[in-house]
Antibody, heavy 122, light 110 residues
Framework: QVQLVESGGGVVQAGKSLRLSCVGS????????MHWVRQTPGKGLEWVAV????????YYADSVKGRFAISRDNSKDTLYLQMNSLRAEDTAVYYC???????????????WGQGTLVTVSS | QSVLTQTPSASGTPGQRVTISCSGS????????VYWYQQLPGTAPKLLIY???RRPSGVPDRFSGSKSGTSASLAISGLRSEDEAHYYC???????????FGGGTKLTVL
């Protein structure tokens, strides 16, 4: 069965960096676009970034542009989110999600991980 | 302030039909597919409606989606207690070159 498992969350000081990972299994990882979506506890969903199936295109929310970088290693079935210059407002549960489309334009997020909590302390 | 606008809350009694709306613009809903996600308490979101009005396998036909112009709606008929959840609309936005979510609607089954 399809599974997405995130890791790498934790408590980090403002201004520091953190890298999240998301390992996919049960499907052909290199055929799907992959997204990161975050959710502040008790608040709504906020899209963070997307990478196409082959990593050729990447798009970011304005709130993280220039600070976060999405990447993937299809040989390891793994998605990454490198987060630099972290701010208190980046505190959230970060989900990785598979897009049924190879690009990610369609926003058909059919499988989600369980989420990993990132807490940025000031 | 979300790019897609949803009313924060909705409610209904068991068996009733409720509608949740999502308002956007020409750069998102007006030209792109709309998606609806259901998030039960303490769980990850689940794809409920895709490409405006299609249901993934396993989603009951009590759930339906529609779109007109720059607005979209999610209708839930035969409301059940297990439908109590947050519902989010989403779409690609050509101007922002990214995905936009609505602020979410908390549905309460009275």
């Amino acid at each position: 069965q399809v599974q997405l498992v995130e890791s790498g969350g934790g408590v980090v000081q403002a201004g520091k960096s953190l890298r999240l990972s998301c390992v996919g299994s049960g499907f052909t990882f290199n055929q799907f676009g992959m997204h990161w979506v975050r959710q502040t506890p008790g608040k709504g969903l906020e899209w963070v970034a997307v990478t196409w199936y082959d990593g050729s295109n990447k798009y970011y929310a304005d709130s993280v542009k220039g600070r976060f970088a999405i990447s993937r290693d299809n040989s390891k079935d793994t998605l990454y989110l490198q987060m630099n210059s972290l701010r208190a407002e980046d505190t959230a549960v970060y989900y990785c999600a598979r897009d049924r489309d190879s690009s990610g334009y369609l926003v058909e997020l059919d499988y989600w991980g369980q989420g990993t909590l990132v807490t940025v302390s000031s | 302030q979300s790019v897609l606008t949803q009313t924060p809350s909705a409610s209904g009694t068991p068996g009733q039909r409720v509608t949740i709306s999502c308002s956007g613009s020409s750069s998102n809903i007006g030209s792109k597919y709309v998606y609806w996600y259901q998030q039960l308490p303490g769980t990850a979101p689940k794809l409920l409606i895709y490409r405006d009005n299609r249901r993934p396998s396993g989603v009951p036909d009590r759930f339906s989606g529609s779109k007109s112009g720059t607005s979209a709606s999610l209708a839930i008929s035969g409301l059940r207690s297990e439908d109590e959840a947050h519902y989010y609309c989403a779409a690609w936005d050509d101007s922002l070159r990214g995905v936009v979510f609505g602020g979410g609607t908390k549905l309460t089954v009275l």
